[in-house]
Nanobody, 126 residues
Framework: EVQLVESGGGLVQAGGSLRLSCAVS????????VGWFRQPPGKEREAVAC????????DYVDSVKGRFTISNDYLNKMVYLQMNNLKTDDTAAYYC???????????????????WGKGTLVTVSP
């Protein structure tokens, strides 16, 4: 089973930046996808961004477009989420997850991702 470990969370003021990292144990297929999801306090988990580890195709939810950037280091099996201009609404536990294939129209759907990390907490203060 693919193992994922997130890091980089913390406390930041609104307007600040953080970079989250996700270490992936293996890619089961060449066109694997790694996505970032988040769960704000008291709310359901929501999708954030996803990337194809083979060619860098990416997709974002509207609320983070222009502020967050997902990237990957294929050789070292690392995926990053650069978060700029953070808002208090970005406060959440952030999770990375992997799927065997990247599909821009499907990665957000429940059950598409097959492996999950345990999360890292991001807190944005006013």
């Amino acid at each position: 089973e693919v193992q994922l470990v997130e890091s980089g969370g913390g406390l930041v003021q609104a307007g600040g930046s953080l970079r989250l990292s996700c270490a992936v144990s293996e890619y089961t297929f060449d066109d694997a996808a790694v996505g970032w999801f988040r769960q704000p306090p008291g709310k359901e988990r929501e999708a954030v961004a996803c990337i194809s580890v083979s060619d860098g195709r990416s997709d974002y939810v509207d609320s983070v477009k222009g502020r967050f950037t997902i990237s990957n280091d294929y050789l070292n099996k690392m995926v990053y989420l650069q978060m700029n201009n953070l808002k208090t609404d970005d406060t959440a536990a952030y999770y990375c997850a992997a799927a065997p294939i990247f599909m821009a129209n499907h990665w957000r759907q429940s059950g598409f991702m097959t492996s999950w990390g345990k999360g890292t907490l991001v807190t944005v203060s006013p």
